[in-house]
């Protein structure tokens, strides 16, 4: 495999929120001290000098996503500090939890949301909307109807998923079904990718949209329950694999691609939207 230089690409750019984030991604490569520069080098060619690519850092907020086998070496990561770089899993991963960017709008919008039953209730509105379509949820349809509504989406989301793949259509926690096994792996990372998300924008996990029993990384990786970690989930199900952690590697693999990371911050500058 051969590592290509880092494609940073604006994310965020409503003017009420964070405007200058630029985000780019890797994995199995490193990020090396280069000169006076950074570069990344792929971990997984024996020319690794041949495949070594500068990186040329934007301006702004500027946040890199680590997958699997990417870090920065130690002289790398001294200057991806000084250069104020927010490094993030890709997949969840602890040891790459973020330090906040420097802005409030998001925090602040969170605590009055969390304050507000009507403010509450417009974000939950934005929830739903982002998982079963904006006409249903933004048109006066009561809270009740759109969670029964969101519940049958879900149901047959699932029922449609495992009938595509030929796996079991009834969905219990905890068992070690292949279907059910992936949905418990890919739902946990999901979350832990939020949680990360959650702190690089300088945000409190513990305020939730919802209700006060979740927190806002469930919320936030609930919008994606549908759209990707489902789909995710089935499409790992399916290759049988024999452990779960090596389920859990290729559901990690799979949310990579997906590029969660921008995507959940853009969520989050909607869901909050005042």
């Known amino acids: 495999m051969r590592t290509t230089p880092l494609q940073f690409n604006r994310i965020g750019r409503s003017e009420s929120g964070p405007s200058s984030m630029h985000y780019a991604q890797i994995d199995y490569a490193r990020i090396v001290k280069s000169g006076n ?3 990344v080098v792929s971990v997984e060619e024996d020319d690794a000098d041949v495949a070594r690519q500068p990186i040329t850092i934007p301006e702004g907020h500027v946040i890199i996503g680590l997958g699997h086998g990417a870090s920065p070496t130690p002289a790398a990561r001294k200057l991806l ?5 927010h490094l993030v899993s890709t997949v969840g991963d602890k040891q790459w939890r973020p330090e906040p960017v420097r802005f409030t709008s998001l925090a602040h919008a969170q605590a009055f949301i969390f304050a507000s039953d009507e403010l509450r209730e417009k974000a939950l509105r934005r929830v739903f909307a982002a998982r079963i379509g904006e006409s249903v949820a933004l048109d006066g349809a009561s809270l009740k109807d759109l969670q029964v509504l969101d519940q049958a989406m879900m149901d047959d989301t699932h029922q449609k998923l495992a009938e595509r793949y030929s796996l079991r259509k009834r969905r219990e926690r905890g068992s070690a079904d292949p279907a059910n ?34 927190n806002y990384p469930e919320d936030l990786a ?3 329950a549908i759209s990707d970690m489902m789909p995710i989930a089935f499409r790992v199900a399916a290759r049988k694999l024999q452990d779960p952690e090596s389920v859990r590697a290729a559901i990690d693999e799979e ?3 997906a ?16």
């Open 37 to 39: 520069g950074l570069a």
């Open 81 to 85: 500090d000084e250069a104020g770089v």
């Open 181 to 214: 096994l992936a949905l418990d792996l890919a739902g946990e990372a999901t979350t832990a990718i939020a949680a990360g998300v959650t702190q690089l924008l300088g945000m409190s996990p513990q305020l939730s949209i919802v209700d006060f029993e979740s």
């Open 222 to 224: 609930t919008t994606f």
């Open 255 to 257: 949310l990579h691609r």
């Open 259 to 274: 590029q969660m990371v921008p995507r959940m911050i853009d969520q989050t500058r909607m869901l909050l939207d005042l």
